[in-house]
């Protein structure tokens, strides 16, 4: 005869944690009724230990930029919970700094959440394999003119003179593009790593680049906030010539809405130093020296400045570059500045290169490509002195 034993629940099986979306949800809003009421201490108190002094930058840092349309919406938990109970889940964020971004950025971010009681903390905001905004990461120094806005991660003296060269930015992208008022919008990150963190990025990827300009939440529609994002591991090392050209340059690629068109490498970068550096009064050993030295070394290259030359791992990146600005003032120098930013506008917005060249400047392909090359080989002859 069988003896009926009775049925016990493990003890694993009794303290299973699991997640609590409702409560997260809940703290989501305190946290957005916070933000959007400015108030530093009401969302320090919706944090743990390790959480709450950033919350409380958070607030002030929407407070200095003048965040609006700010939103916060649980999607799903993300990996499993932890012994603990806490969890991390996705969250769509949504917000845009107020007279600066038009409609608001939208992306996934990473929270982390933690059981108090009946309640639920944030444990983390950001990090991970997802975008985390620059103002969500501790405290910035903001800086606001009509034409610019400046965030920079901390609290290093920076920020004054960062602004200031994107205020001269604006009006150096006006020279060449009358219909640009801006504003400008600059973020410096911390670091370098920082920077592939804000823009999910795989590391190292923008680590010998000065500057990148992106939309802020990764997408490619036209009406997406873009800002330019600073590296400050190489951006720090310029001199000041150099520095405030890199500004003007990127400002080009907002002013154009770069990140979302689709234009030959080529034409995308060497019109943008093109007008940053169309005013500036510097030497062709500063401004073309590599390309030079590498045409010397090895010949003018056969075809147009193409992607393979400007990956950001390649040892003549800087080449690249010069050999794109050339390839623009060599375009201005046979048809003038109208027609360089015509046959940019018109393959911006989706003609073909070749028709827009020809209507605009009388040239093909080919024969823009030998004068260019000529021009190379010139410059090459003679050198930099």
């Known amino acids: 005869m069988l003896r009926p034993d009775s049925y016990t629940v493990s003890a694993q099986q009794e303290i299973t944690p699991q997640a609590r979306p409702a409560l997260a949800a809940r703290s989501l809003v305190d946290l957005v009724d916070a933000v959007r009421a400015r108030d530093a201490a009401g969302a320090s108190a919706l944090g743990d230990a390790s959480t709450a002094p950033l919350l409380s930058h958070v607030v002030d840092n929407a407070a200095a930029l003048r965040v609006e349309d700010f939103t916060l919406r649980y999607v799903d938990e993300v990996g499993a919970v932890r012994a603990d109970g806490s969890w991390q889940a996705a969250v769509d964020v949504s917000w845009r700094f107020e007279g600066y971004d038009e409609v608001p950025a939208r992306e996934e971010v990473l929270v982390g959440f933690r059981p108090v009681g009946d309640q639920v903390a944030l444990a983390s905001l950001g990090g991970g394999d997802r975008r985390t905004p620059l103002w969500f990461t501790g405290p910035l120094e903001v800086r606001r003119t009509p034409e610019s806005l400046v965030l920079v991660s901390g609290t290093g003296p920076g920020a004054d003179l960062i602004s200031q060269r994107a205020v001269l930015a604006v009006p150096t992208v006006r020279r060449v593009l009358p219909a640009w008022e801006g504003p400008l919008v600059v973020e410096v990150p911390g670091s370098g790593d920082d920077l592939d963190v804000l823009l999910d990025a795989d590391p190292g990827t923008y680590a010998d680049i000065a500057a990148v300009t992106a939309t802020v939440d990764g997408s490619v529609t036209a009406d997406s906030p873009i800002h330019v994002f600073l590296n400050p591991a190489v951006y720090d090392l310029l001199e000041p010539v150099g520095a405030q050209v890199v500004i003007s340059h990127e400002a080009t690629h907002v002013a154009t809405q770069a990140p ?78 109208e027609a360089l930013v015509t046959i940019y506008q018109q393959v911006s917005d989706g003609a073909d290169l070749a028709t827009a060249l020809q209507a605009s400047a009388g040239l093909s392909v080919a024969q823009l490509t030998r004068a260019w090359r000529a021009r190379l080989t010139d410059l090459a002859a003679r050198g930099t002195g």
């Not at 068109?261 to 550096?277: H, I, K, N």
């Not at 090895?298 to 990146?317: C, H, I, K, M, Y």
């Not at 794109?324 to 048809?335: G, I, N, P």
């Open 260 to 337: 979302v068109r689709s234009l030959p490498v080529w034409l995308l970068e060497g019109f943008a130093d093109y007008v940053a550096l169309r005013d500036v009064d510097l030497p062709l050993s500063t401004t073309a020296g590599q390309v030079i030295a590498q045409v010397q070394r090895d010949g003018p290259p056969r075809v147009l400045p193409n992607q393979v030359d400007f990956e950001g791992t390649s040892a003549d990146l800087g080449a690249a570059y010069e050999a794109a600005w050339l390839v623009c003032t060599t375009l201005v120098e046979q048809a003038g500045e």
